[in-house]
């Protein structure tokens, strides 16, 4: 990876009220707070707007790196950078032509193509999957296995740690009925240290980060194998009709997104500074050292292991998924895989 040396184009963004940081998932029903734009100056073409998805936050850094140091014009395409508003629906301004794209988990898209909604997974963003359990250090939780009989918290009944839940207790041979699953909110840190669950649902880059900076000792157990995945993480939804008529606007996106990337990794220090113009709560340092702990244990899941190029939508796993999803109960149409995804527009 070579060191980009782009000037920093400095934007003002207007933003609403922001909500608590909520790394990774798109959790339909989750907090959201803030709406904000960043328009390209001199790309041209009709925008394509990509929905970020509730509050400005450090997991959204290769958008706002690609339009700060102008990789989004360098490549020619005119781009708007779209925060939800508070209780937006993920796809609602997809399906309405607001948004053209939107960040979203491989398997949110799945669930929405299950229930009508036109959009397919034009890549894959992390090549891990983010949500895993977390238990006390002293806990007799050691596996999946033994999650039989103890109590789990997890936002509620939707979103990726509930999918990556119901993951692990099928490949644990368990169902529902064998633990005592609590809807908690985002409460994850107050509901384990407080003892109120024996375990809880979270991401390996925030929560577990956010456990580590109280001093809380606590262990990280895969809820989703690496190795044989079963589901998808972030990935970025594009609207069917846009596949099909602005290909070469979206394969635009996904190089600068994809240069984007590889920048972060050689310079996360300087990847928080650029996200403090768009994140209005990153004021201090304190505040920037937590985000920057969050980068730094979010570049390995963006990373690929070599096989693959960046933002693939690995196929083995996308058709694993599309297998589990309706057995899990999670979508009650089956998709199929030229309905969930393509890798056509990757640059």
Known sequence: MSRNRFPRILKALATTAVAALALAGCQAGSPSASE????????????????????????????YVAEELGYFEDAGVN????????????FG????????????????????????????????????YPAVLIVPEDSPIQSAEDLAGHSVGTPGPYG?????????????????SDVDVQHIGFTQQAALSSGKVDAVMGFSNNDAVQFAAQGMDIRVIEAVDPAAPTLV??????????????GEDVTAVLGAVAQAIEYIAENPAETV??????????????????ALATLEATIPLMETDGELPLLTNNP??????????????????PV??????????LP
């Open 233 to 246: 993480g972030p990935a970025l939804g594009a609207e069917t009709a846009v596949v099909a008529e602005r």
């Open 36 to 63: 904000t734009a960043a328009a390209p100056d001199a790309a041209s073409g009709e925008a394509l707007t990509i929905g970020l998805t509730y509050t400005p936050n450090i997991q959204f850094a290769p958008f």
């Open 79 to 90: 781009v708007e950078l779209r925060h939800h508003g508070e209780s937006e629906e993920l």
């Open 316 to 333: 083995e796993a996308w058709d694993a998924m599309l297998a589990f999803m309706p057995e899990a109960g999670i979508i009650s149409e």
């Open 273 to 290: 500074d650029i996200a403090a113009n768009y994140i209005p709560t990153l004021t201090t340092d304190e505040q920037k050292d937590a």
């Open 160 to 176: 990726q740690t509930y999918f990556a839940l119901l993951a692990m207790l099928d490949g644990a041979g368990l169902s529902e």
């Open 336 to 345: 199929a895989a030229e309905d969930a995804y393509t890798n056509e527009l």
């Open 93 to 128: 301004a997809l399906k309405t032509g607001d948004e053209q794209l939107v960040y979203a988990g491989g398997d949110e898209i799945v669930q929405a193509v299950s229930g009508g909604v036109p959009v397919t997974s034009v890549a894959t963003l992390y090549n891990t």
